[in-house]
């Protein structure tokens, strides 16, 4: 997993329609056909990631048949067969690419040769777990970094901004390890506060699995101790994966916030004798948002690759952990489910961007 | 009776990087309820910042001094929270270019309540119900449908009829439209500069327009007061004004005017370019750019602008127009 994985700046927003009048039809159609143009844009795009990540595989030294078979049953002719059947690895490569998207789409990416289990219940296990530390990381991301960042720009050049530009600076500037190291030493060593890794004590069995998100699951079931301690657990490592991202989605709030605040609108905004407050979170706040949003987006990125470091340092059993041993096996199968996931959840942030976008700005749901 | 609004001596000093400097520079003028008083001059003369100055949204820093009495209260060093009750309510603005003004992801419906509720304590209810009533009154067709709709989606010249009903939601006393046709073609120019004109005879409304083309001004206003590098240059009712100015800088604007009769006749722009701020030359303000600019013209102190007839003031003391034979009124914009 790392940054440069495909996520695309989606396109600008459209500017204003051309002068001739155009009247709104219910705007909810608009949207609903809007909605289904990005969704299936992102299917295709699915497919896309599938197909370069099954041409790697094909571009890789290596004999899957003994990867995935070890090296006693690859000594049997029959079971050879049956293996390169089911996979296809008989026909040819086209076919082959297809009979891959076919179990793909079924769920099978193959046995991992580390762990000798299928990859996708591997990723049914850590998928949960990953997930849920980079959405306590991203919440915990915009809930502080936004409304700092808006308290910055409408305190420019005060001592509340100077304040909050030093700490932006030291959250994007911090190496994470320091960080976690620092974390770690002073609330679980020295003041015991947090506990100091895992999603759960040793001594806890997991909640009753329903999503795989223990704080859900927990919370689902009403076990109600269990949830506490895996909120505990989140706070943490889910608290030094945000630092960097608090520290970029403060900056760039700031900045946006500043650009518009200096435009035409928010001066007619402020003549029309409205209260400060209105002004910033309505007139400001919502064009603000459009660019915020894709670089929180860009944040969910940046946290997913983060979690390959923190995870291993608070021995958090989820997909960071899951990728680094992968690749350190050179595991094919394991790195494709990964890929193929993270790919996934690249694309669905992306449209999940699209979609906002969408929902905040009626010049791109209307054209 | 008082004027509705009486600016005397008016100075806005902004900060820059070489100090404060003067962007306004001793204006006084009146606007009664009902009239159109425009203020024009190129760019840079002044005339923003002199609206800003009535609202109460001068850049931060700004500094001013001399006095705007509106309907009793002192605008100059008027508190903020003060300012805000003012603001909107019984000044509004209306600015130059509507693509920009209005807000382009709320609605209409919303940008036409929002401080009527505010301002007037209306339910949402009877605030769409007056929104209603606004957008016809500045004959928008389908204002139910309007409400509903974004600024993307109408015309220039319907933003702008949208902006000035935007502005007169809360009912303020007086409109201050900067530039409300620059961005609009000809035809469509008339029909704001009429409905403006139908505003002001119906309710009562005091309005001053802000532009740098005389040309707007002749059909609509009253007064005009003619800026130059912040300072006024010539003052008095608009038909004595366009038919026979006395400063050189009017007379200047008039002849950069296309003519109705003589539409080959070339346009003659006056030379050279206005001063920056900061950088408004000694004496008068306009003497670099003047044909009848004379050694006294470039000494300090600035000439003032004094009464040479009833309601007229020139700020020229050699007076070089006086009687000189009246010129037909450039390009009338509403016929
Ligand atoms: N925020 C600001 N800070 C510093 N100087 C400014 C600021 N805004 C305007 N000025 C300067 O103040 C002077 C007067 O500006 P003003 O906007 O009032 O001119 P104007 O007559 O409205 O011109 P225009 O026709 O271009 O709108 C100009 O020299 C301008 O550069
Ligand atoms: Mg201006």
């Known amino acids: ?367 | 009776m008082a004027p509705l609004l009486e600016v005397r001596g008016l100075r806005v000093a902004l900060p820059t990087r070489r100090g404060p400097q003067l962007a306004v520079d001793d204006v006084s003028f009146d606007v009664d309820a009902g009239e159109i008083v425009g203020l024009a001059g190129e760019s840079g003369s002044g005339k923003t910042m002199t609206a800003m100055t009535l609202l109460g949204l001068l850049p931060p820093g700004a500094r001013t001094s001399g006095s705007a009495h509106f309907a009793g209260t002192e605008l100059v060093g008027l508190r903020r929270r003060a300012f805000r009750d003012v603001r909107g309510r019984r000044i509004a603005m209306v600015s130059q270019d509507p693509a920009t003004a209005l807000h382009p992801i709320l609605t209409i419906g919303t940008q036409l309540t929002e401080h009527m509720r505010h301002h007037l304590g209306l339910s949402a209810a009877a605030a769409r119900a007056r929104a209603v009533e606004l957008l016809a009154d500045v004959r928008i067709p389908d204002p139910e449908q309007a409400l509903r709709s974004y600024p993307g989606q109408f015309s220039g010249g319907m933003r702008q009829r949208i902006a000035i009903a935007v502005a007169l939601a809360a009912e303020p006393q007086l409109l201050l439209a900067d530039e409300p046709t620059t961005a609009l073609d000809v035809t469509v120019q008339a029909g704001i500069l009429r409905l403006l004109d139908r505003l002001r005879r119906e309710k009562e409304l005091a309005v001053v327009v802000i532009t740098h083309d005389l040309g707007v001004l002749s059909a609509v206003a009253s007064r005009v007061h003619v800026l130059y590098g912040g300072r006024l240059a010539e003052s008095g009712p608009a038909a004595t004004l366009l038919t026979r100015p006395r400063h050189p800088y009017t007379r200047g604007l008039l002849d950069a005017l296309p003519h109705p009769e003589a539409a080959a006749a070339p346009l003659r722009p006056i030379p050279g370019a206005p001063p920056s701020l900061g950088a408004v030359p000694p004496g008068c303000p306009f003497h670099p750019r003047c044909a009848f600019a004379q050694p006294s013209c470039r000494v300090d102190p600035r000439p003032e602008a004094v009464p040479v007839d009833p309601g007229h003031r020139l700020a020229c003391p050699p007076d070089p127009l006086r009687g000189r034979p009246a010129e037909p009124v450039a390009a009338v914009r509403t016929s």
């Open chain 1, 1 to 367: 997993m790392s940054s440069s994985s495909p996520l695309e700046a989606p396109a600008a927003p459209a500017s204003p329609p051309a002068p001739a009048r155009r009247r709104a039809r219910p705007g909810r159609q608009r949207l609903g056909r809007f909605l289904l143009k990005r969704i299936a844009a992102g299917l295709l795009l699915c497919v896309g990631i599938t197909l370069v990540s099954f041409l790697l595989t094909q571009l890789v030294p290596g004999d899957p048949v003994t990867a995935n078979l070890g090296q006693q049953a690859s000594a049997d002719p029959a079971a050879v067969a049956a293996f390169r059947h089911q996979y296809g690895l008989d026909r040819p490569v086209p076919v082959q690419y297809l009979v891959y998207l076919g179990n793909v789409l079924h769920g099978d990416f193959g046995m991992s040769q580390q762990s000798h289990r299928p990859v996708s219940t591997d990723l049914a296990e850590y998928i949960p777990a990953t997930m849920e530390l980079a959405l306590f990381a991203i919440v915990v991301s915009i809930v502080i970094g936004v409304p700092l960042g808006i308290l910055a720009a409408v305190y420019r050049d005060r001592w509340v901004d100077q304040v909050l530009r030093v700490v932006s600076l030291a959250g994007v500037s911090m190496p994470t390890f320091w960080i976690a190291l620092l974390a770690f030493y002073l609330l679980f060593f020295k003041l015991g506060v947090l506990p100091g890794g895992g999603r759960l004590d040793p001594t806890e069995t997991p909640p009753t699995h329903t999503t795989g998100f223990y704080t859900v699951d927990a919370l689902l079931h009403g076990q109600w101790s269990l949830l506490g301690s895996a909120l505990l657990h989140l706070v943490l490592p889910g608290l030094v994966l945000a630092t960097y991202t608090v520290g970029m989605l403060l900056r760039f709030t700031r900045a946006s916030v500043l650009e518009i605040l200096g435009l035409d609108y928010v001066r007619a905004a402020r003549a029309k004798g409205l209260p400060e407050r209105v002004v910033v979170l309505r007139h400001v706040l919502r064009p603000a948002l459009i660019s915020i949003i894709t670089v929180a987006g860009v944040a969910f990125g940046s946290l997913l690759s983060g979690t390959v470091l923190v995870e291993s340092i608070f021995s958090w059993p989820g997909l960071g952990q899951y990728a680094y041993n992968s690749a350190k096996n050179l595991d094919l199968p394991a790195i494709m489910g990964v890929s193929v996931v993270v790919a996934v959840v690249y694309i669905v942030i992306n449209l999940l961007v699209d979609v906002l976008y969408g929902v905040i700005d009626p010049r791109i749901r209307l054209s």
